[in-house]
């Protein structure tokens, strides 16, 4: 990674196409299910795979929330995470 360059999970919407993308879930994840597996997978840090579903739903809804993606007053259940249109 270049000297100052920061990992993101927001921003970078429209980057694909230019010289310096920003891999973002608003940018390069192309659905919200994806995001749902990776927090399961992945999170907690130091105990992947100890989330409750409604947990990873929560940390998805919040991070979509934050992005823009979603409204924040949405909720994120086994219905509407893949409904969600992604950028």
């Not at 000297?3 to 429209?14: F, K, N, T």
């Not at 973002?24 to 997978?41: K, N």
């Amino acid at each position: 990674m270049p000297a100052g360059a920061q990992l993101r999970l927001i921003s970078g919407r429209g980057t694909l196409a230019t010289k310096n993308p920003v891999m973002t879930v608003e940018s390069y994840w192309p659905y919200a299910t994806t995001l749902f597996d990776y927090i399961r997978q992945a999170m907690p840090f130091a105990s992947p795979g100890s989330l409750t579903a409604d947990e990873i739903y929560a940390a998805s809804a919040y991070i979509l929330a934050e992005a823009k993606i979603i409204d924040k007053s949405m909720v994120l259940d086994a219905q509407t995470l893949p409904r969600v249109e992604m950028p």
